[in-house]
């Protein structure tokens, strides 16, 4: 599948650190790539190319021994570093210096696992993994929804959440009030290391299932094409929320977004996570539902309005960096 540098160069969850600790390998599919994620029995964590360079066969139906996967077809033996050691059916051969996995840098940050496609193990990347400041703050509590299916552009979902002007419609009752549609003038900034949108003001009546109704504020930052961080202040405290997306196809992506609130800890964690599954399906309908699936970078294709600064910016920020990934 053809990608893009931009999006080939940066970072995306393939799971959970606990699920890969429970299972040792998993599979996972990112940007149109087969990967195999798999764990030599510590805590380090390789993200291979799921096929062995010999003849193909899928190296996740093989097994971890030790520090290293043995591919179920002949029995190669690779070390962590993805080179061929061992050659079962003939001890006296050297493996070949070309019977070595496609390896890709991984790395562990807030109880996630990333993958970068643009480096090899061991490399260094481009870029580093967006920051969570939240994240070692302990006045905040941390739960995680997702991950979470969309069946559309990454890109389409990034935008819905820069999109205040749609929770009085699609949030009704919850994150917005038909009776009270306006939004502040926020504003937009791009610079070199992204995208900025600040005061963004909005009625809420009933913001993360609180029943705190009144004004909230939303700030954001966009750290890449498919990571941000949304800042909102309520009248009784401060919720951030991450949110990265994994790209499977152009058009399929997983959703991971980790809320840290400083307020609302009567709250259990299946609570919020059903508000968020409940606000969550509204935009999935929405979002499934747009066409075209991908997103229009051309800004004549669609009709913009006054309040669609924070989208507008965002699309041409991707055209600037050279995205293909995911739009038209």
Known sequence: MSKDLVSGNDWYVVATVTE??????????????????????????????????????????????????????????????????????????????????????????YGLVWVCLGARQGEETEHQIPPFPEWDDPSYR??????????????????????????????????????????????????????????????????????????VTYNYRVWRPLTLSLFKETVVGKLTLFITITPFAEDECLVWVWLAMNYGYELSEEELLAFQDLVGKQDIDMIESQRPSRLPLDLRAEVHLRNDRASIAYRKWLKQLGVTFGTI
């Not at 299972?23 to 190319?49: P, Y």
């Not at 062995?52 to 690779?78: A, D, K, N, T, W």
Request: some cysteine; charged content about 20%.
């Open 20 to 109: 890969l600790l429970s299972q040792q390998m998993v599979t996972k599919h990112l940007l149109g790539e087969d990967l195999v994620i798999w764990c030599n029995g510590g805590d380090r964590f390789m993200a291979w190319s799921n096929y062995c360079p010999h003849r193909g066969v899928r190296l996740s139906m093989g097994q971890i021994s030790g520090e290293s996967l043995v591919c179920p077809y002949h029995g190669l033996v690779f070390n962590c570093a993805g080179e061929c050691v061992q050659i079962p059916s003939d001890s006296k051969q050297k493996p070949p210096g070309r019977m070595r996995v496609q390896t890709y840098q991984c790395a562990v940050r």
């Open 142 to 215: 941390k739960v995680l929804w997702g991950p979470r299916l969309y069946r559309a552009s990454g890109l389409r979902v990034i935008e819905n959440f820069l999109d205040p002007g749609h929770a009085m419609f699609v949030h009704d009752g919850i994150l917005g009030d038909r009776a009270h549609p306006e939004v502040s003038n926020y504003t937009v900034e791009i610079d070199s290391d992204g995208i900025s949108i600040r005061n963004a003001q909005l009625w809420q009546p009933n913001p993360e299932g609180t029943n705190s109704s009144g004004f």
